[in-house]
């Protein structure tokens, strides 16, 4: 390996969420700054073809600059992560929905449970006024 870092088999989708939060870190980059990012030496027709899977996924956009061709993410973060999570969730029955969140619930720490009861409150009360 090039830059000497261990290649480990990614699981399923590990690889396209390794490339989302390189374009996190960098906000736009190209097939090279992104595989620059990743913890193993891929072929750049590997990385490409990853961003053009995000693409058709609706994740990353693409333009051409002076520099090329240029992805960035089309959601931040947060909001891929709580799709994921909503994604996941909707596959499963109401008993496996509960029980998966009061999971995450239970692994937050005192501060991040305030905060959830707080947002949990201000959405009860919202949704009563409707």
Known sequence: M???RARKPAAKG???AEVMAALWRLGE???DDVRAELSSDLAYTTVHTVLKRLMDR???ERVTDER???YNARLDEAEYLASTFSD???ATSP???REALANLVDRLDAGELEEVARYANRMRRERSDL
């Open 14 to 16: 590990d690889l396209q």
């Open 29 to 31: 980059a190209k097939v």
């Open 88 to 90: 996941r969730l909707i």
């Open 95 to 97: 008993a496996v929905r």
């Open 68 to 70: 090329g061709l240029v």
């Open 58 to 60: 609706g994740l990353v």
């Open 2 to 4: 090039a830059n000497g």
